[in-house]
């Protein structure tokens, strides 16, 4: 008796064995699949299966073929020019106004940038030196940082600054997004100006672009602190356009 039902179990194990993996050669099988069903539906749970980690996986390999791709476009040069009006208030609430004016060219990821900074206050030159990580052109979006030099002369006397910052661009669709930026001036010493001078810039900006015209506004905050006197700001809005060929 255990024999016989040892070997009606064996058997059956086989028949459903087979009912698993192997196809039916006439596609008779209710879901007319060649596997059944289960084990199938199963595969393909696991193939489509989203997770967090494979988010980032993607993600990186996203960005290390931006990079890839903006060091080895067929055109990697790219130009702008730039110029903007600026207004607003600045400490004691008195009224402020200026142009910025930009020259900007790039070599694939890297870029060179000059400011000339025109106002109601005492001119301003920057020199800024950009590394796109992010991104494969200007013109698109992307995340560049950057460093170099701001140059003031106050009362004949020239005022230098390091700085570093971070640039931002994200397009909303192919015409419009959104542009940020923050940058830090580190301390600079000046005995004839009365000491250590240092600062924080931030922007934040909409824009259209049409083709090879890109048109802007937003607001800005340009803080100068010195230690022992109130920080100076100048604050409000800004619009203009850029020109990249």
């Known amino acids: 008796m255990q024999m016989k039902t040892f ?3 064996l058997l059956l194990g086989v028949v459903l064995n087979g009912a698993l993996v192997h196809a039916d050669p006439n596609g008779s099988s209710p879901s007319g699949e060649r596997r059944y069903f289960v084990i199938e539906k199963q595969e393909a749970k696991d193939r489509d299966r989203w997770s967090f980690s494979t988010y980032l996986e993607q993600r990186d390999r996203m960005r290390l073929m931006d990079l890839w791709l903006a060091l080895h476009t067929p055109t990697p040069y790219e130009f702008y020019l730039g110029a903007n009006y600026q207004w607003g208030s ?3 609430g008195s009224f402020y106004s200026g142009w910025n004016l930009s020259v900007a060219g790039y070599a694939s990821i890297f870029g060179l940038e000059l400011q000339r900074e025109l106002s109601s206050l005492n001119p301003r030159n920057v020199g800024l030196l950009h590394v796109r990580i992010f991104g494969r052109h200007a013109q698109d979006t992307n995340i560049t940082l950057q460093g170099g030099a701001k140059e003031e002369t106050r009362s004949g006397t020239q005022l230098w600054n390091a700085l570093a910052g971070v640039d931002f661009t994200a397009y909303i669709n192919r015409f419009f997004g959104i542009e940020g930026l923050y940058r830090h001036y580190f301390t600079a010493n000046s005995p004839v100006l009365g000491g250590d ?13 049409y083709k090879f015209l ?19 700001v100048r604050q409000g809005g800004t619009f203009g356009a850029k020109f990249f060929f």
């Open 90 to 92: 600045y400490t004691g």
């Open 7 to 9: 070997s009606f179990l």
């Open 197 to 209: 001078f240092s600062g924080n810039r931030y922007e934040l900006m909409a824009f259209i672009d």
């Open 214 to 232: 890109r048109f802007y506004g937003g607001y800005f905050y340009d803080s100068e602190i010195h230690p022992g006197s109130p920080d100076f």
